[in-house]
């Protein structure tokens, strides 16, 4: 997966592509519970791309341990390859993060993260990623 080869256009196809959790979390905003994904506590080295199209996401490099049960980061691996949007949904105001290449909903950016590492908190589901594992 490059993140280029984006050739799902709607979203019947997407229903065809992805589980139907991967399409509930990517495409419908939800939230896959705390605890329960399959990177939250992973410590592999690698690059998390986007599981619906491919694109680089995340470093493992800028993971970071949360305690909010969810893979969580830093910073964006390519600040061109994410989007940032107001959400106000739930009765909360927060910045969603989404894939900029297909528009896939990610989780949410908090500034509550590492103030060593610029105070950012990209909290992320894991259902959304792919672990591109680094070659040793």
């Known amino acids: 997966m490059d993140g280029k080869n984006n050739a799902v256009q709607n979203e019947e196809e997407w229903k065809k592509k992805l589980t139907p959790e991967e399409y509930r979390v990517l495409r419908e905003k939800e939230t896959e519970a705390p605890f329960t994904g399959k990177y939250w506590n992973v410590k ?4 998390y791309r986007c599981r619906a199209c491919g694109s680089e996401l995340f470093s493992s490099e800028t993971k970071f341990e949360s305690g909010t049960g969810w893979p969580s ?3 964006p691996a390519n600040l061109k390859n994410i989007e940032l949007r107001e ?3 739930h009765g909360m105001i927060r910045t969603e993060v989404l894939c900029k290449h297909c528009g896939s909903h990610l989780g949410h950016m908090f500034d509550d ?3 060593e590492k610029g105070g950012k908190h ?3 589901n894991s259902v959304c990623l792919e672990l591109e594992k680094k070659n040793k």
């Not at 592999?44 to 690059?47: A, L, W």
Request: charged share 20%; hydrophobic share 25%.
């Open 44 to 47: 592999e080295m690698g690059m």
């Open 73 to 75: 980061f830093t910073e």
């Open 87 to 89: 959400d106000q949904s």
């Open 113 to 115: 993260g590492p103030q």
């Open 122 to 124: 990209y909290c992320i």
